[in-house]
Nanobody, 121 residues
Framework: QVQLVESGGGLVQAGGSLRLSCAAS????????MAWHRQAPGKQRELVAS???????NYADSVKDRFSISRDSAKNTVYLQMNSLKAEDTAVYYC???????????????WGQGTQVTVSS
């Protein structure tokens, strides 16, 4: 019932920036947490950044000084500002959210379809 739609991916030169967006829609009571994961070809999916309901953030060591996750609670949207991009950042980026739906007491986990980020060297 809840959908996550990512946008903002594309082709960027190394050193450039991109801003990814993920909008959650559907019958949403609250969003407990949102996160960005990424998966490069032939590699396992990894957590890039997360943000909790209270605004606490967590980053992978490889992106901590370059990426920034933020959210707009009113719009049920999470952003990932990616600066100083490297070729190693090339991957499909997936939005992830823990959502409590309207009229429910438990939370469910949702994944977006992913958006491709390609960084040229």
């Amino acid at each position: 019932q809840v959908q996550l739609v990512e946008s903002g991916g594309g082709l960027v030169q190394a050193g450039g920036s991109l801003r990814l967006s993920c909008a959650a829609s559907g019958s949403i009571r609250s969003i407990n947490a949102m996160a960005w994961h990424r998966q490069a070809p032939g590699k396992q999916r990894e957590l890039v950044a997360s943000i909790g309901s209270g605004g606490t953030t967590n980053y992978a060591d490889s992106v901590k000084d370059r990426f920034s996750i933020s959210r707009d609670s009113a719009k049920n949207t999470v952003y990932l500002q990616m600066n100083s991009l490297k070729a190693e950042d090339t991957a499909v980026y997936y939005c992830y959210a823990v959502v409590t739906q309207s009229s429910m007491w438990s939370s469910n986990r949702y994944w977006g379809q992913g958006t491709q980020v390609t960084v040229s060297s």
